[in-house]
């Protein structure tokens, strides 16, 4: 029998390494699978062959041996499932670091394609264009210093964030080009004797460890010039969003000299209402989309949260401000009365405004054919929240999670919810959810009615990277969907990576981030209200 239990196992460990490197008979070898899952098919022709050899050697009083035999079989499976996380894993980081890469080359290249384009145009001097380099250099080494200095301090917010594209266009000439709009981010504080104006460091000193410092602090938006350019949008379909908008674009054109930019639609709602309306600029295919936020200062929404999710989604990078103007059901997003957009609009033009960090989730899709980590679809940007779900199908989700280098859990149920705080307050809070700051930097897991009474909702820090799967066991396909729009299978083997955007969305506040919230979820969702218990019951004596 121990010779049994001794052939048994070599099959399986000779199928493991014919199934990871590829060598041995085709009759019992499996090809090594992507997305860094081994195919369990190599599992079954290990089981297979064992039973076969059973079946040949009949022994009597076998019950305890099998039962040995089995326990041998759940620790090559556990050892299977971790090699398998390792590989995950690993592809992960690498992916981690080759989006890096892509983001800091992408920059060098458009920095470079600047200074190429004004050199051309003569709108630049000689020293301007041989100091690019050097400009380019000292950004470099102000990145690395920056995080060294997260790494040091654990401090992955920047003290002062800055319009970039403001610096390199300073001396374009107007004529030919619209100059955009500077402005700075800086933290504020309500006063210097407050205990809000300044980042959380833990101290040790004399043995003890205490926290110095706290920053639940306020962003202000200053603007280092006037605003020039300004993108309207509304939500379609409404009579008396139109007739604002009509109001506005006259208001902001004649008492503010603002460029004036709307969608297609817009454009000719407004022609069609006066032809006064001609100053009033669009754009004629997405191409000129991608270059708006060079050219937009500001961006004003009229409609309710749905009109600033598709604000958002406009900007593939780089979002300018926004300020949302309530005129929808429920308003989480949209602080500002539009009865008064006169007075919000002055306000906010004049400066400074409180600013609103909405971080985005960056979304991309990996294919199980896919031959490395770098051939993936197209990202995707979700201000509010991806969720992956079983779609028409009758049996349950079954997806893999993994956080960085760590296995989750496996999902059994309806399906999954990815939210960023912005959307805590969306899908997320009705599958049960908590309800977050906005500003308060993490991801949301919240499952959708998961099949076990154990399973609650977790909130990840930031810098995670989050790995969905649909194992090849699965017995359907899954759906995933970024914010509500772009609806997309995931077959089994097929996977989904998320990670917190580089870009936020920045929102303008009509008081403060946090006064904002907690008027949207009392007016919004009438949190906590209840009759106040009467004073005229028993008391205690």
């Known amino acids: ?80 499932r971790r090699a398998a996380e390792g590989k995950a894993s690993a592809q992960a980081e690498a992916a981690e670091w080759k989006r890096r890469y ?71 000439d107007r004529s030919k080009m619209m100059r955009k709009a500077s402005f700075k981010l800086s933290w504020c504080c309500k006063g210097e004797n407050g205990d809000q104006h300044k980042h959380d460091v833990v101290s040790f000193e004399k043995g003890n460890i205490t926290t110095a410092e706290r920053s639940s602090k306020q962003i202000s938006l200053k603007w280092e010039s006037d605003p020039q350019t300004v993108l309207i949008l509304t939500k379609p379909n409404s009579v008396s969003v139109r007739i604002l908008c009509a109001q506005m674009v006259r208001w902001l054109k004649e008492k503010k000299k603002l460029n004036i930019y709307v969608e297609p639609r817009v454009r000719s709602e407004l022609l069609t209402e006066s032809s006064d309306f001609h100053y009033v600029q669009t754009w004629e295919d997405d191409r000129e989309i991608l270059v708006l936020h060079i050219k937009v200062d500001l961006i004003i929404t009229l409609g309710g949260d749905g009109t600033v999710l598709w604000a958002a989604s406009m900007f593939k990078g780089p979002v300018p401000p926004i300020v949302p103007f309530s005129l929808g059901s429920l308003g989480f997003m949209t602080p500002f009365n539009s009865e008064h957009f006169k007075e919000c609009l002055d306000s906010v033009l004049r400066g400074p405004v409180s600013i609103t960090l909405r971080h985005r989730l960056l979304c991309r899709v990996i294919r199980d054919a896919a031959k490395n980590e770098y051939e993936t679809e197209e990202p995707n940007l979700v201000l509010n929240e991806v969720t992956i779900d079983r779609g028409i199908s009758s049996y349950l ?39 977050v700051h906005p500003q308060v930097p993490g991801i949301l897991f919240t499952p959708i009615c998961p099949h076990s009474l154990s399973f609650r909702p977790l909130i990840l820090p930031e810098h995670v990277t989050l790995r969905i799967v649909v194992p090849f066991n699965s017995r359907s396909s899954a759906w995933v969907s970024f914010d509500g729009k772009d609806r997309k299978q995931l077959a089994p083997g097929d996977a989904l990576l998320c990670s917190m955007a580089p870009w936020p969305v920045p929102t303008a506040c009509q008081v403060d981030s946090t006064n904002d919230f907690l008027s949207s979820i009392h007016d919004g969702l009438h949190w906590n209200l209840r009759k106040t218990q009467s004073f005229d019951g028993p008391r205690e004596l």
Do not use: W
């Open 102 to 172: 892509e983001l800091e080359r992408s920059r060098n290249i458009q920095m470079e394609r600047k200074a190429r384009i004004a050199e051309q145009n003569g709108n630049i001097d000689c020293g301007r264009v041989k100091n690019l380099d050097k400009q380019l250099m000292q950004q470099n080494e102000l990145d690395e210093q920056f995080e060294e200095c997260c790494m040091k301090h654990g401090i992955c917010s920047h003290e002062v964030l800055r319009d970039r594209e403001s610096d390199s266009n300073s001396n374009v």
């Open 1 to 80: 029998m121990a010779y049994l239990f001794s052939v048994g196992i070599n099959v399986i460990f000779i199928n493991f390494e014919q199934a990871s490197f590829g060598h041995g008979d085709a009759s019992v070898s499996c090809l090594k699978p992507e997305n860094g899952f081994i195919d369990p098919l190599s599992l079954f022709h290990s089981e297979k062959a064992v039973e076969e050899l059973l079946q040949q050697t009949p022994v009597q009083g076998m019950d305890e041996h099998l039962i040995e035999f089995s326990e041998a079989l759940r620790t090559v499976a556990k050892a299977l």
């Open 397 to 435: 989700t079954n997806l893999e999670c993994y956080c960085d280098n760590s296995f989750v859990t496996s999902v059994q149920g309806d399906g999954l919810i990815l939210s960023t705080t912005s959307g805590s307050t969306a899908y997320s809070l009705a599958a049960g959810g908590s309800m």
